[in-house]
């Protein structure tokens, strides 16, 4: 029994690409954010490739027309949006950091110029062989500065100066 490579490159890509879309609690990412474009960038040239390589092998006029067709709608939608993404990016500045539990509470401050107000953002990482973090958005607000502490009883705290802005229970 003979297995074309081609749908089964097809359905992983895609199915891949879905999972780093649902909108889940926590957001995998790469440590290095020229990682995550280059990530994207290249799940785009897979699922290309393989909806070329189906569409080639299809002996349907009409099925090969849909496969490259949908092929020809993610070069002209999904290329342009890696791009935008990709401009639109904001760095950000990691004010505070606290280990906790084999992960970390970052505090980020983002800088979006005369788009937007600074924004300070809270995270729970966790990180694998500093290659791949799991991030977990918990808190934003539109501050200047704050810092993390640990208080006595355990609870991560984003303060400026003695005003609490936001706790959370480890």
Same mark, same amino acid.
């Given at each position: ?42 799940? &785009? ?8 390589? %189906? ?18 709608? &993610? ?13 639109? =990016? ?17 505090? =980020? ?46 609870? &991560? ?10 706790? %959370?229970?480890?």
């Amino acid at each position: 029994m003979k297995i074309d490579r081609a749908p089964l490159i097809l359905l992983a890509s895609v199915g891949g690409f879905a999972v780093s879309f649902i909108p889940w609690p926590w957001i995998p990412q790469f440590t290095r954010d020229a990682w995550n474009y280059l990530y994207v960038v290249s799940v &785009i040239l897979v699922i290309l490739y393989s909806l070329a390589a %189906v569409g080639i092998n299809l002996r349907r006029r009409f099925r090969r027309f849909l496969i490259l067709t949908l092929a020809a709608m &993610i070069v002209v939608v999904a290329a342009p949006i890696s791009v935008i993404a990709f401009l639109a =990016y904001r760095p950000a500045d990691r004010i505070s950091e606290i280990s906790s539990d084999g992960g970390f509470y970052r505090l =980020y401050r983002f800088k979006c110029e005369l788009l937007c107000p600074t924004r300070l953002e809270l995270r729970r990482e966790l990180e694998f062989m500093s290659l791949v973090k799991i991030v977990r958005p918990i808190w934003s607000g539109d501050h200047e500065v704050a810092e993390l502490r640990a208080s006595r009883t355990g609870e &991560i705290e984003v303060v400026v100066g003695h005003r609490l802005l936001y706790r %959370v229970r480890d």
